[in-house]
């Protein structure tokens, strides 16, 4: 087992890491809108969507891994509303590599975002 860190993804805000290897997998922390500076990302649903992916390519990266050995997806809402502004932003960086995924609505996320994705990859 690994834990990954990197300096161009924000780091955990509590007792956790960005993410951990085992074996040939990756399993991400959730990742939230926050900078790698830990500011949270200014804007609506579809910015905090491309902070959320920008943080994830980072910590995929310094695990040997990309968004295109992605295998599962989970995103966390706290509007459903939002689905479909997500969704397109989601389908610019899983445009013809589709991962599994699961999608739900919660009460309230970590700092007050939007959207937090977490994912499960293959390291090359």
Not at 84 to 93: M, S
């Amino acid at each position: 087992m690994k834990v990954i860190q990197t300096n161009q993804a924000p780091a955990a805000i509590g007792p956790y890491s960005q993410g951990i290897t085992v074996n040939n997998l990756f399993y991400s922390s959730g990742q939230i809108p926050l900078t790698a500076e830990g500011i949270m990302v200014e804007g609506g649903v579809k910015e905090q969507t491309h902070q959320v992916f920008g943080n994830l390519q980072a910590v995929l990266e310094e695990a040997g891994a990309s968004l295109n050995t992605v295998v599962k997806a989970t995103v966390f809402i706290s509007n459903m509303e939002d689905f479909a502004a997500i969704n397109e932003v989601y389908g610019e960086y899983f445009s013809t590599h589709k991962p599994a995924r699961s999608c739900v609505e919660v009460a309230r996320l970590p700092k007050d975002a939007l959207v937090e994705i977490e994912v499960v990859a293959l390291v090359k």
